[in-house]
């Protein structure tokens, strides 16, 4: 199969990425580029990857046949699970496999921005199982609304940074953590937490993330004799769990991708976090992508119900896809997440992350044939935002009767 889609040298995906870094990091990036792909490739990292997604993580995460939301969306229904991953989401896949690159390049400090706490908590887990020193960059708005997070982070022996400049969160918390790079390119390892930031971190992202739809193939396989689905459907933040789901499938035109983004109070309120719809060409935090941004070029803050889609960028990978018509971007508001997520909770006995809902909500969106199978990752478990649930519980009433 034709590569029609992949990232190039340089790190572009068509117009979309590169290395945009001040002159003090190009250094590091630059060891990056040159090392990340034959550390990858390596037997020795990736026998100690597999390992650690096996047992620590528990890997592979089930595809599981949803039947009641088969039966009302009149499609064969499959949910990858990766809400039953260790900490609770995607997120350590990435994590573990940075790490290990981390070690392998000789690094002792590890720093990582966080929105939500997330990728925060991730990284300070695998910081603890590594015995890294771990450096964690968070708006104050952030550290304020996600305090228990924050107390897992602490309790994982991570140091959390609240930051104070700008909006107080996620764009504010990337800004800062290139900053502190910037001050030790020599001994710290920054852990991207998506598939952004400077080549050739939106790349890293993607592999670490991609044996999401490396066990979909041999799922579909086992389940209904053929290894690939009609639609593949995820939500996207920066987009990792989505550049997990459909990495294997990209180039594979029988498939239809569709994304769900964050249309926050609706794509044409000043309230969303629909970059892909509502985004315009800029670079933000090292790379050509689409960024929420005023005419002058300042980025325009993100609104969202949940706070892991909450970023003015998106991916470039994703900016790429989308800009080619190989991706459909739909924007889902905070109300139909909301429903959404009520409905999986009481049809399949599932609570999703916020995140996650914003893809369940995509199948009222779309049109299927009953033998259509479709593939849609709940990329987080829900335990963390019940308090968010519950506070907006009259959003969803309009729909349904929970
Ligand atoms: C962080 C997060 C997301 C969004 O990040 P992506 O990089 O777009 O995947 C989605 N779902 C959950 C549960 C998250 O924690």
Not at 71 to 93: M, P, V, W
Not at 210 to 234: F, N, T
Not at 281 to 303: N, Y
Not at 362 to 375: H, I, M, Q, T
Request: charged share 25%; proline share 4%.
């Amino acid at each position: 199969m034709t590569k029609k889609y992949s990232v190039d040298e340089k790190g572009f995906f068509g117009q979309f990425g590169g290395a945009y870094v001040p002159e003090i990091l190009y250094k590091c990036v630059h060891d990056l580029q040159a090392q990340y792909l034959p550390i990858i490739q390596s037997k020795e990292f990736q026998d100690e990857y597999y390992a650690l997604l096996r047992d620590y993580v528990g890997r592979p995460s089930p595809l599981y046949y949803a039947k009641r939301m088969s039966e009302k969306y009149n499609c064969q229904l499959y949910l990858k699970r990766e809400d039953l991953n260790h900490t609770g989401a995607h997120k350590i896949n990435n994590t573990v496999g940075q790490i290990l690159m981390a070690k392998k390049m000789g690094k002792t400090r590890i720093i990582a921005e966080t929105g939500a706490g997330q990728h925060g908590v991730a990284t300070a887990t695998v910081c603890a199982l590594m015995n890294m020193q771990c450096e964690i960059f968070m708006g104050k708005t952030d550290v304020e609304r996600q305090h228990t997070n924050v107390e897992r982070m602490k309790m994982l022996g991570a140091t959390v940074h609240p930051v104070t400049t700008g909006n107080m969160t996620l764009s504010d918390a990337c800004s800062e953590a290139i900053r502190d790079w910037c001050c030790h390119p020599e001994d710290t390892f920054y852990i991207v937490g998506s598939t952004m930031g400077p080549h050739p971190y939106p790349d890293i992202v993607a592999k670490m993330q991609s044996v999401i739809s490396r066990e979909l193939k041999e799922q579909l396989q086992e389940k209904i004799g053929r290894d690939y689905p009609d639609y593949l459907i995820a939500c996207v933040g920066g987009g990792s769990n989505a550049a997990g789901t459909i990495y294997h499938y990209i180039d594979d035109e029988r498939v239809k991708i569709v994304l769900a983004e964050a249309g926050g109070q609706g794509i044409d309120t000043d309230h969303t976090a629909a970059t892909i719809q509502v985004g315009t060409e800029g670079i933000v935090h090292g790379s050509r992508t689409l960024v929420m941004q005023t005419e002058d070029g300042q980025i325009q803050e993100a609104f969202t119900i949940s706070a892991g889609l909450d970023y003015p960028g998106i991916g470039p990978m994703h900016a790429d896809l989308a800009s080619k018509g190989r991706e459909q971007v739909l924007a889902v508001n905070d109300d139909e997440a909301i429903y959404a997520g009520y409905e999986l909770t009481r049809m399949e006995g599932i609570i999703p992350a916020i995140e996650s809902a914003h893809a369940i909500a995509a199948l009222k969106k779309l049109k299927f044939k009953p033998e259509d199978v479709v593939v849609l990752t709940v990329s987080g478990r829900g335990d963390k935002d019940v308090e968010t649930y519950l506070n907006n519980k009259p959003l969803a009433k309009e729909y349904g009767n929970f």
